[in-house]
């Protein structure tokens, strides 16, 4: 019994090895469509001007991946823009939502959205995860009537059916939780509105 003592922590820290990643791993930030049926068009216009991205450079860094002791061992990394997937996601949801979304400078009444990326962080380890902040600004012809930060987390530790496989996985359920926060506190806005 003694002997297997002595050899637990020997044994432990190569299990707690075996789970390092040394080397940066690559993920596809994707798109996906909007669930249920869309909403009938609210007579809305919205300006969705293109996101700042707020986090330390380079931008390109969306997570990290984490021995089993806690240790730094790899970047996750993305080919992908993160301004543009952000721009992206947030569009598509106003539209299913019943909002249009024109381009910047179009003649007419519209509300414009500005977002700023705060936070953007996905992290394997022992167990998977990511973390996300976007600050939300909307804008009228009077004046901001809107400006709050939205933060959403995704933890698992095991891969289950609603899950996803990976951090990647994680940054877009959080990047959906927060959109859809933004399009429930619109849609609130709209139908509180005396116009």
Same mark, same amino acid.
Not at 29 to 56: M, N, T, V, Y
Not at 153 to 162: A, G, I, K, N, Y
Not at 180 to 190: E, Q, T
């Given at each position: 019994m003694r002997r297997l003592w002595a050899r637990s922590p020997a044994l432990v820290f190569l299990l707690l090895l075996?789970?390092? /990643?040394?080397?940066?791993?690559?993920?596809?930030?994707?798109?996906?469509? #909007?669930?249920?049926?869309?909403?009938?068009?609210?007579?809305? #216009?919205?300006?969705? %001007?293109?996101?700042?991205?707020?986090?330390?450079?380079?931008? =390109?860094?969306?997570?990290?991946?984490? /021995?089993?002791?806690?240790?730094?061992?790899a970047d996750i990394v993305t080919d992908d823009n993160v301004s543009d997937w952000v721009r992206e996601t947030m569009a598509r949801e106003l539209r299913h939502a019943g909002f249009l979304t024109v381009a910047a400078g179009n003649p007419g009444q519209a509300l414009r959205i500005s977002t700023t990326i705060r936070a953007l962080s996905g992290r394997e380890g022992i167990g998977f995860g990511a973390t996300a902040a976007l600050e939300i600004r909307l804008h009228a012809d009077f004046g901001t009537i809107l400006e709050?930060?939205? %933060?959403?987390?995704?933890?698992?530790?095991?891969?289950?059916? =609603? =899950?996803?496989?990976?951090?990647?996985d994680s940054l877009h359920n959080c990047l959906k939780k927060i959109v #859809?926060?933004?399009?429930?506190?619109?849609?609130?806005?709209?139908e509180r509105s005396p116009d």
């Open positions: 075996g789970a390092c /990643s040394f080397g940066d791993r690559r993920v596809h930030l994707r798109l996906a469509p #909007s669930l249920g049926e869309p909403a009938l068009p609210r007579g809305i #216009s919205l300006i969705l %001007e293109q996101p700042k991205d707020g986090r330390p450079e380079p931008h =390109s860094i969306v997570g990290d991946v984490r /021995s089993g002791l806690g240790v730094k061992t709050k930060t939205y %933060e959403a987390e995704d933890r698992h530790l095991l891969v289950t059916e =609603s =899950s996803g496989d990976d951090a990647a #859809s926060h933004v399009v429930r506190d619109l849609i609130l806005m709209v």
